[in-house]
């Protein structure tokens, strides 16, 4: 981007091909795995070491609880989750990952969380002054 093209408007483009290029980026992750990008969000959200009431996954995931059913089937079927009775409260099912689920999971997530290559590129003064500049955009 040339001087001529700082302005918030040519910014903001900018971002929005980068978010896109991660948003197909998380499209790859889930189809390696064989999941939809709302199952991989789901198994991200979902604690491994806590079983968690659906209710609260649907919250964390923005969504309503029908759609997190669904989801969820899904998800049970090839044995990534089980629904269990809530220890405190047996009237409640409580959402919990698998062995298989976690490992799932695991692998995943590691690969969601590494840093696009393009972050390489940059040296520590330039991850410095982007990660300042981020922390200003969206609070820090």
């Known amino acids: 981007m040339t001087a001529a093209d700082s302005s918030p408007a040519a910014v903001w483009r900018r971002i929005g091909t980068l ?3 991660e948003r197909d ?3 790859q992750i889930a189809c390696a795995f064989e999941l ?3 199952q991989l969000v789901a198994l991200r959200e979902l604690d491994p070491d806590a079983p968690q009431p659906m209710g609260r ?3 964390a995931m923005t969504c309503d609880n029908s759609n ?3 989801l969820i089937n899904r998800l049970e079927k090839r044995g990534l989750v089980e629904r269990r009775a809530d220890p405190h409260d047996r009237r409640v ?3 919990a990952l698998t062995d298989e689920g976690r490992r799932i999971r695991a692998e995943a997530l590691a690969r ?3 840093p696009p290559r393009e972050l390489d590129g940059l040296d520590a003064a330039e991850l410095e002054q982007l990660r300042r500049t981020l922390d200003r955009i969206v609070g820090a």
């Open 19 to 21: 978010v896109d290029a």
């Open 36 to 38: 939809s990008v709302p």
């Open 93 to 95: 099912r409580v959402l």
């Open 68 to 70: 997190v059913t669904g």
């Open 112 to 114: 969601w969380d590494a």
């Open 57 to 59: 996954l649907a919250c």
């Open 25 to 27: 980026r998380v499209q």
